[in-house]
């Protein structure tokens, strides 16, 4: 998760102060990627009976745009 943040922070939105809020909150950012991973594995493989494949297809599509999402627009919007 740091390694994770720090490359975010640095490459990807080029951020910079508040690095303690930030961090919290990317934090919180992962966890509810990672919560909906598990939902979506849950669902496509004990709810419907699929494959745990389609659950993984699934996972990649809808979770990072998520979580990109959530770091762009809160965990490192630009202050005005």
Same mark, same amino acid.
């Given at each position: 998760v740091l390694v994770g943040y720090a490359f975010n922070r640095r490459w990807t939105f080029a951020a910079h $102060? !508040? !690095?303690? !809020?930030r961090l919290w909150r990317y934090v919180i950012a992962q966890l509810i990627g990672l919560a909906w991973n598990s939902v979506i594995m849950? !669902? +496509?493989v004990h709810g419907a009976g699929w494959?745990?494949?389609? $659950?993984l297809?699934?996972?990649l599509l809808l +979770?990072?745009?998520l979580t990109f999402a959530l770091s762009q627009f809160w965990v490192f919007r630009r202050r005005r």
């Open positions: $102060g !508040a !690095a303690n !809020a849950f !669902a +496509v494959s745990p494949y389609l $659950g297809l699934l996972s +979770v990072p745009p």
